[in-house]
């Protein structure tokens, strides 16, 4: 037994110089592989006496075993570093925040027009929606505005490649004044369907909605939204357009200390025609006169296109810009930051 000593020293010795499980199989080869040095003794065994083969045998035998038990202890060794190493790689640091989902919420544009909604639906106002992608007809023509008038260049259009049967060109409306036509034209046929009583026939709408135009700066986006208002009846008359935009207005911005101004203008749909401006009496931007929307009553033309008597019909319409208002109610002073939708932006209206 004392000769093999070496023999198994030198194995326990090159097994825990092996740094890997190959290193330590490679090792294993040289003592009780197929020509490793304890192979090799086993082999010499035949050519011994009986007596010298049972001592001798027995010998090798013990340090065979002796070798294999320090290789199995390697092995485990090199697996439980290789599982720490692994768990080390992989580990987790519990102390991170989770990644959560978080609650969405209303673009701070949508709040602006569910507020409108509401407000003028207390009013009375019906609300309305309509075709985004219009006739130049319903954009222009019914409106007072005929084909190559000037007016028609504050508007520079997107046109789309569609010709109506009716050889009407279609473009991505540039205002909800459309609206006005639609809905009214609407009304016509159903107080036929319904019969309703003259006395009754009123038209009192606003169509919210998104509107294109060639234009983008600070405040000005080739998409926004704007608001159409319309009241038309037998005795609607300018200063109720004052009443009911003033009206509006304190409601929105829930404040009774806004001045409005209506300075005279033009559009071709309404004659007279004034733009509103707002006035805030305190705050970052008081003083200043801000315009919020153009107006007036509405021209006796475009009564006439929507299938009514202008001499029964009169009123008031409007157009606003929600984004506009959303500026103003927030104190953001760049319209893009609505349309980038950057979700830190977005996140401080929730
Ligand atoms: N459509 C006009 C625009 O986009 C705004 C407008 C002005 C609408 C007067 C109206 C109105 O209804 O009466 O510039």
Redesign the pocket.
Known sequence: MNDLQPIVDGAREAFSKARTPADLENAKARFTGRSGRITELMKGLASLSVEERKTLGAAINQAKQAIEAALNERRQQLADEELQAQLKAEALDVSLPGRRREPGGLHPVSRTMERIEQIFASMGFDVADGPEVESDWHSFTSLNNPPNHPARSM?DTFYVDIQGDDGIWYNLR????PM?IRYAQAQVKRWAREGTPEAKREIRVIAPGRTYRVDSDATHSPMFH?C???WLGENVSFKDLKVVFTDFCRTFFESDDLALRFRPSF?P??EP?AEIDIQFQHGPLAGRWLEV????Q?HPQVVRNMGLDPERFIG????MGPDRLTMLRYGVNDLRLFFENDIRFLRQFQ
């Not at 929307?293 to 007036?296: I, N």
């Open positions: 508007q540039p205002h909800t004044s006005q704007q159409e208002g319309l559009f749909f309404t025609s929307a153009g107006s007036g509405v008031f319409a409007f157009g």
